[in-house]
């Protein structure tokens, strides 16, 4: 694909997508790590409501504010039937969210709170610049706010556009997934990992779907055919919380870097 042809893809990308009121894909904290002898540049912007809808690494490079600006996070009720919960910024969220809380901020970090509407969940997320890394940490954390045990799965998802191109490689692994260009595609050669950051005991896997549009999070493999070559496509990571007991919490830990 030609710059040009990669330009009108992206903008028609932007305008087939509908957000629902409550998504956005608007920055509203900015962290940032400038390129010295020891760390390699980032940054990455988190809207009101969590998501990650800047990543640019090294200066100038881009993997996820191209075209439609999708990043986010879904989670499945899966107690008795399928709830999905997800907001994926420009490609929507699923309506039954509260507003978020800002619970704390600092010049690295910010720390946002969101319950579901029906009240069973509440999801808390950090995210953080971490400079030695030249990474964005993702810090999940749900809780059962109901009096009974309940069964859920969480995603993460993006649309990656590594180094500004829609049609990129995508793969996946048990702890990882990620999208890039190859050698003898269009420079820069980038690519964007998202993976697990650190111990992790719970039922996990990553991979690549065929879509840059966020995943229903109770059927987050809909759209998984394998290895992606040359195809505009998304990363998801999933965990399985089996039982998480009443008024209880469990994290996961994630991670984004350029490669």
């Not at 904290?29 to 980032?42: D, I, V």
């Not at 999905?84 to 039954?96: E, F, K, L, R």
């Not at 720390?111 to 029906?118: A, G, H, P």
């Not at 069973?120 to 954390?141: C, E, F, G, R």
Request: a neutral charge; glycine letters at 8%.
């Amino acid at each position: 694909m030609s710059t040009a042809e990669n330009a009108a893809a992206a903008i028609a990308q932007k305008n087939s997508l509908v957000p629902t009121p409550a998504a956005t894909s608007n920055c509203t904290w900015t962290f940032t790590s400038p390129q010295t002898a020891a760390n390699k540049y980032l940054q990455f912007c988190v809207t009101v409501n969590g998501n990650i809808t800047e990543f640019q690494s090294p200066s100038g490079v881009e993997h996820i504010r191209v075209g439609g600006f999708t990043e986010g996070y879904g989670i499945c009720d899966g107690t008795t039937g399928a709830v999905p919960y997800y907001d994926y910024a420009d490609s929507g969220d699923s309506g039954n969210w509260l507003a978020p809380v800002t619970l704390a901020t600092t010049a690295t970090s910010v720390k946002i709170s969101r319950t579901t509407s029906d009240g069973i969940w509440t999801l808390t997320q950090t995210i953080a610049l971490n400079k030695p890394a030249a990474s964005a940490y993702v810090t999940m954390a749900l809780k059962n706010n109901t009096a009974v045990p309940r069964l859920a799965t969480i995603v993460r998802f993006a649309d990656v556009d590594a180094g500004g191109v829609l049609h990129n490689n995508l793969d996946g692994t048990l702890d990882s997934a990620w999208g890039y260009d190859p050698i003898g595609s269009s420079a820069p050669y980038a690519g964007l990992l998202l993976q697990v950051n650190g111990p992790n005991t719970f039922s996990h896997q990553g991979w690549a779907i065929n879509t840059s549009v966020g995943p229903n999070p109770c059927t987050p493999n809909a759209n998984f055919v394998g290895t992606l070559t040359n195809v505009d496509g998304g990363i998801v990571s999933w965990n399985l919380f089996p039982s998480i007991a009443k008024n209880t919490t469990k994290t996961v830990k994630l991670k984004y870097t350029a490669f």
